[in-house]
């Protein structure tokens, strides 16, 4: 495994994902002050976020094997971004595409569970239907990331049992070792 | 007592309380029937469960309210600004959501001493050499408040998985994880500014939470580990920067996997001193065990043990290397 600057090209498709579904500026306000990297796994790149002053000493570990360095910011896989766990809290900062949910929603969410609709406390009218957001609870704290299955408009129409939001990713990962 | 009486001795209660013999005879030479009785006695005692507050994601205090609410009866560590003695009761302690958020990390009272013995400064190159899961990677990394660079190293490629799970959940942004033999340590291009060396070793303090370690491991075993951790000692002293500072820690109470490594290496390298630990916990590391007469500088060496202290057996030595005068 070898730890490469990224290919502009591929930040920039990186970029347009985000920023598309995140708003302007979120990737540039995500990078910060930092460089983005690939470290190849097998079919996926995980891209990382490193200190600049970090560049030149990319190739001072010969003889290891590099796993990660810094912030792991997600995976890019034939062409698609996915973002990483680690990330969310950073992203969660700096954009207002978030679902809140209630205690309950919140603990059926770290089990892995999809949000239905007694377990919405807050979600935008905006928002539309396949659309990615941030799940907070309601200490605005970040459990992880679903899609919506509705639009946000439709909200107030829907029964209870209703599914809201898919699950993509949640920090119930970290415990359950997935 | 003599050879003989003792050998006949440590056979008695090594049989009586399911050890092997070669152990207790260690024991009996160490410190004696009493202690030895009490060190037997504590192993069969829970070790009581201990956290980390991780202050790269939230402070002391607001945790432990977070964590009094929910019953977590929670004593203070005297000498870890960040680390506490918690009752879950009969919940998990990893299945809260203060846990899945990063806020805090289950650890071993003297893992956490370690790190904190090692006392990484902000913007400092810090090499971790056998790291996985990553409790001390990620102390270290808030000791450090994700500043500078902590090097993680592990040849594990599935406990690589847990260091790198670990790393996210905290937070930690100033990790580096390689996967590699960290006796190789002196190839790389950095000159560590510190290096934490928990030793992989033969698990003889964790009987407490491992009672199959009674039987599990020979003398051979506790050798060819003495064997391996000389090596890594020795990469880790070549490796550091001159004026640099490392912690050489195992969870072994065996003498040869411990003052016996560090006197080795105080031998072959002048330049290497034992140094003081700032933190009154443990006692202090052995200069004479069973007779061997040792540097006496390892008395400044800490050591925990389960009839001691209520922890699992642990040994932890601060390392200096001198600067070269012009």
Known sequence: MTADLMDPNDWADVTNQIDGEFGDGTTKALLGGQAPIIIQRGESNTIYLIPMDWIGRIEEYEGYNIRSMGVQMGDLSKGRFRFSLQILPALAKITDRVLVVSQKGAETFTYGRSIIKESVVRLGSAMKKGQRVLVLNERLECLGLAALSIDGDRLGRLAKEKLVAKNLVDIGAYVRGA | ?326
């Open chain 2, 1 to 326: 007592m003599s050879k003989k009486h003792l050998r006949q001795r440590a056979k008695e209660i090594a049989g009586e309380y399911g050890y092997l013999s070669y152990m207790i005879e260690r024991y009996l030479s160490l410190w004696g029937e009493d202690d030895t009785l009490r060190f037997i006695e504590a192993c069969v005692r829970p070790i009581r469960t201990a956290i980390r507050v991780n202050t790269l994601k939230t402070t002391i205090g607001s945790l432990v309210s977070r964590l009094e609410s929910k019953n977590v009866t929670l004593e203070r560590i005297p000498w870890l600004e960040e680390g506490f003695w918690a009752d879950f009761g009969t919940g998990s302690p990893g299945a809260l959501f203060e846990h899945m958020l990063g806020y805090y990390y289950v650890q071993g009272v003297p893992s956490m001493t370690a790190s904190s013995v090692l006392d990484p400064q902000e913007g400092e190159v810090v090499v971790d050499m056998a790291a996985a899961p990553g409790g001390k990677t990620t102390h270290i990394a808030q000791l450090m408040n994700n500043s500078g660079t902590v090097i993680a190293i592990d040849s594990d490629r599935k406990r690589i998985a847990s260091l790198e799970s670990n790393i996210q959940r905290c937070g930690v942004a100033n990790s580096l994880v390689v996967r590699g033999d960290s006796r190789k340590l002196s190839h790389m291009g950095s000159t560590p500014d510190r290096i934490m060396l928990d030793a992989p070793c033969s698990g003889e303090g964790l009987i407490p939470l491992e009672p199959s370690r009674k039987t599990s491991r020979s003398m051979a075993d506790v050798r060819f580990c003495a064997t391996k951790e000389d090596e890594l000692l020795e990469a880790a002293v070549n490796a550091l920067a001159q004026g640099g500072t490392m912690v050489y820690s195992t969870c072994s109470i065996a003498p040869e996997e411990n003052e016996y490594v560090v006197d080795g290496v105080l031998q072959r390298h002048p330049e290497m001193r034992v140094v003081e630990i700032p933190l009154e916990f443990g006692s202090p590391g052995y200069v004479e065990p069973y007779g061997v007469g040792l540097d006496s500088s390892l008395s400044m060496a800490r050591r925990f043990l389960p009839h001691l202290h209520g922890t699992e057996g642990f040994f932890i030595c601060k390392l200096m290397k001198e600067e070269e005068s012009a």
